[in-house]
């Protein structure tokens, strides 16, 4: 069968006229509307005017603020204090202010998110108190920049968990005291039974630890001295003598320094270990500049002005209606 080009011909000739029919109507639409615009034109500027000024009384009366607090996650505890601040977060969610007042946080209604992150700092996820444990960390980042970006990497979620000092922030629609929110919050994080038997063991072994070396001082101390005694006695009598422990005095003073700076470590890892998530430092009550309280002078116009079309669009269709149903 065969079609015939005349046919094709009238085909082809509607469907342009109705795509011109169609474009005309756009035309029509858009150039209704300029129309509209330049009638309302005042109306227009005086609701923009009004959602300018509504949103910055807004802005200026709804304040937020920041809270900030630095801590260090002790045994192994970095991958739980992220999983305690993420339940914290869904608890928030969900609106569950009854398990968030149960753990002692004052006005958990008030409070509108809870994060975490750690303080990026290569130098300190190198530095170690274990000279070989430091050359590996230093071959690992040197072994994943081969492979990638080093700034990605260092951003990496797992990573990043390895740095030694994280900020836990959350924000409120008021200001808080630290005993209000913040000791709270340390105190859910501290809260783990398992790391804290933890935490008892490592402060026993720090402190027989620091017994031993006390000892072990005390000990070298008293053959220092009692080669210094020889010594002396050595020199009254004019004679120079050489003992065959010269060749390990060096070695025992050397000994002694390390042992010595071991101590003044180890004092420090009391200091810092006290706590599964030791409290670094915190800082309260940063008021929010940009947030979204600080973006309603701008949501507002144009929120008025969609509010003003859709209700305009409304009264021109149901006058259509009415027009439509006289005439019939």
Known sequence: ?????????????????????????????????FLFIKKKFLLLTVLLIIGIVAGYFLDK???????????????????????????????RKENDTVYLKEIGIKK??????FKIEPIIDVYKFIENQNNDKANLNFELIRLMAEDG????????????????YHIVSFSTTNQTTEEATVQPILAFLNSSNYYNTIQKEYINNI??????NDSTISQINSLLNDFE????????????????????LNDIIKTKDELVNEQGILKINLINN????????????????????????????????????????????YKRQISKRNIA
């Open 149 to 164: 970006d080093l700034e990605t990497i260092l951003k990496d979620g797992l990573t990043s968990k390895n740095y030694p």
């Open 1 to 33: 069968m065969s079609s015939n080009p005349q046919d094709q011909e009238i085909d082809l000739g509607q469907v342009f006229t109705k795509v011109g029919s169609l474009f005309q109507k756009g035309i029509d639409s858009i150039f209704d509307l």
């Open 207 to 212: 402190k027989l630890k620091m017994v031993a």
């Open 229 to 248: 005694k020889t010594s002396s006695n050595d020199q009254k009598n004019d004679k120079l003598v050489y003992y065959n422990e010269n060749n390990q």
């Open 108 to 113: 958990p209604s008030k409070i509108n998110s």
């Open 61 to 91: 009366n709804n304040k937020s603020y920041n809270h900030q607090v630095i801590v260090i996650p002790n045994f192994g505890s970095t991958d739980y204090l992220y999983s305690q601040i993420d339940l914290l977060e869904a608890k």
């Open 274 to 317: 006290d706590k599964t998530i030791k409290q670094v430092s915190s800082i309260i009550n940063i008021k929010d500049t940009k947030g979204v309280n600080g973006k309603m002078k701008l949501i507002l116009p144009f929120l008025f002005l969609f509010l003003f079309f859709i209700f305009s669009g409304l009264q021109i269709f």
